[in-house]
DNA sequence: GTGCTTGCAAATGCTTTGCACAAAA
DNA sequence: TTTTGTGCAAAGCATTTGCAAGCAC
């Protein structure tokens, strides 16, 4: 539903914000800018400069407590690729990721696409947090990247 | 010391470490063994704990560097859960796993039970580094674990 | 004024690295 | 001897937190 990734207004970043019970302040907004502007995935780092690329100035440690209340709040979803390499995903329809394990680069496989089945039952005190599927691909041993 | 789940003598550890390449000194017999006796799966600290349990001292560095080790010459696989959250895994066998948010806890789901379909082809000059799937479960909201 | 928000800097947690010493080939 | 492995302590990196100052209602 709300999977702008396109051309955000500040608008409606205001509105989303509101709609997810969050107060909309100058530096959320800008966070929130930067999230679902730009298009694709984005580490905390990415988004500290991305924010910050223009006058604003905000600092690290508010980048990092809005993108744990955006997650919190639903608007974005952390995806682990690695240890300490985290990023987020304005996309919070399912679906899941393909990892480039040479370049870091991190693609989405729309869930359609994919097809999962057998996913075990849940214990009844427990609910479902999510699937995380991460598809990761590198070069081969013999090529350029895949050289070590 | 070592709760032994699958029966592995130090001869089988021993040659575990030929077939992969690997030296065996104590040290990595040590950790071979803490990784392979005590089933299920152990973050870096968990082996630094099992391996100096007993009498043995092995230090930290040694402990991620023999890791490391293991992981590159494939005895081992490394299990993302969470940022900073990483499990070392034994299983080698194509298999997913199941994360409960609350406790930490990691559990096998056999490959076998799981299906998934339409993954997409890798540019050609890629190979697949493997598919990682993690179920994540949490207590409902209202129960004593899922209080925030 | 009261309560939420920000940001600096310090602290944390996990992991890697530099370097000297020890062991093995 | 030459190579390889070990371990301490220091460095590194990503993230969190304590606390004082700022802003909003």
């Keep these: 539903m709300e999977t702008l990734s396109s051309n955000i207004s500040n608008r409606d970043v205001a509105s989303l914000l509101h709609r997810h019970g969050v107060q ?12 679902f502007c730009n298009a694709g995935h984005q580490s905390a780092d ?21 993108l744990k209340l955006f997650v919190d ?32 680069e991190l693609t989405d496989i729309g869930a359609d696409q994919v097809k999962i089945h057998g996913l075990p039952k849940l214990p009844p005190d427990k609910q479902l947090d999510g699937v995380d599927v991460v598809v990761r691909m590198r070069s081969h041993p013999n090529s350029p990247h895949g050289a070590h």
């Design 73 to 104: 709040r639903g608007m974005i979803r952390p995806v682990i690729v690695a240890p300490g390499k985290v990023f987020y995903d304005p996309n919070m329809a399912p679906h899941y990721h393909l990892y480039d394990t040479d370049t870091g």
């Design 24 to 35: 909309p302040t100058a530096q959320r907004t800008e966070i929130a800018l930067a999230i």
């Design 46 to 66: 990415e988004v500290y400069e991305a924010v910050n690329a223009d006058a604003t100035r905000v600092s690290r440690a508010t980048i990092y407590n809005t």
